[in-house]
């Protein structure tokens, strides 16, 4: 997940923090997976996006030492039923995270529980003696959630039709790794390998389209065109790896073409406007939104190379 906040972070507004935060319904849908309050996979959904968000802050520098306590009772209990749903005990994720403010020592660890039921749905809660902390962590996760304050609505989002649900495997290593562990035995990589490649990728598409937002619209042309080759590389890598470009990141890099093919044409090159044309159109092809000033720079190539020459046929 790649959480979007909802609305700007402000150090002091709301100036009360209190009560329990639910994940932003908008449009009757949420930011995640959620295939209605009586299917586990909710839940799995649910955690893995408030982690993402809480390591998505923490890259930001707003959150520090963000950390997921996994009781291994629970998880024994949980695999033994074969159920994690109750209505009397509802499936609880717990999370500590520091909040980092400029100009402040290091505050208090702040505890944020995820509580998931069928009767209640999803609901955040945050603790901690200290009030600054506490209203700090509060704020950051209001971005991506709505407070009581917020909206008195029901919490209700219109559930995801399961479709198509992949096999998940079980997490616990394997009885005979441990042993050959100990034995100093080498264990299997590949599909840790794998999984690495896989986020490496989507890290460099990240690290790269920060790198359009800062510099499309400043840098020199020459400097500009290699950066957008580089997306056009990661993009296609992350392709037959499996991974999809989502609607945000699209948007995103539809806006850095526009940006640098009206830079193109302002130009006036023709050399480097036929390189930009071509790599805003490859890019396009891969599944990005087509750039409005895509068409007219393609145009002005074709008008740059002139008439072709005649066919001569020897006589």
Do not use: N
């Not at 959630?145 to 039709?161: M, N, Q």
């Not at 790269?208 to 580089?230: I, K, S, Y």
């Not at 392709?239 to 302002?266: F, H, N, Q």
């Not at 939104?289 to 008008?303: D, H, K, Q, S, T």
């Amino acid at each position: 997940y790649h959480p979007t906040p909802i609305r700007k972070f402000s150090v002091d507004k709301p100036e009360v923090c209190s009560g329990c935060l639910r994940p932003a319904v908008r449009q009757a849908r949420v930011a995640f997976s959620y295939f209605g309050g009586r299917v586990p996979l909710s839940a799995d959904h649910a955690r893995c996006w408030l982690g993402a968000v809480l390591l998505e802050e923490a890259s930001y520098g707003r959150l520090s030492a963000v950390e997921l306590h996994v009781p291994a009772e629970g998880l024994k209990a949980a695999k033994d039923s074969g159920t994690v749903w109750s209505e009397a005990s509802p499936r609880m994720w717990l999370w500590t995270v520091r909040a980092t403010r400029p100009g402040a020592a290091p505050s208090e660890p702040v505890a944020v529980e995820m509580f998931i039921s069928s009767s209640d749905g999803v609901r955040i809660e945050t603790r901690c003696k200290d009030e600054k902390a506490h209203g700090h962590v509060f704020r950051v996760l209001r971005q991506y959630c709505d407070s009581e304050a917020d909206s008195s609505a029901p919490w209700h989002p219109i559930p995801a039709t399961c479709t198509k649900i992949s096999k998940v495997q079980d997490r616990a290593m394997p009885s005979d790794l441990p042993l050959k562990q100990l034995l100093g035995a080498s264990l299997p990589e590949k599909a840790v390998g794998d999984l690495g490649a896989v986020v490496d990728i989507e890290r460099r598409i990240m690290h790269l389209l920060d790198r359009l937002e800062a510099t499309c619209a400043a840098v020199p042309l020459a400097e500009l065109l290699p950066t957008v080759q580089e997306l056009y590389q990661a993009l296609y890598e992350g392709l037959k790896m499996g991974l999809k470009i989502t609607t945000p990141r699209s948007d995103l890099a539809c806006r850095y073409l526009e940006v640098m093919l009206s830079r193109l044409v302002a130009d006036g090159k023709a050399e480097r406007l036929q390189m930009g044309t071509h790599l805003a159109g490859q890019i396009h092809r891969l599944g990005v939104c087509r750039p409005e000033g895509l068409e007219a720079a393609e145009g002005l190539v074709m008008a740059s190379r002139g008439p072709p020459a005649p066919l001569s046929l020897g006589l």
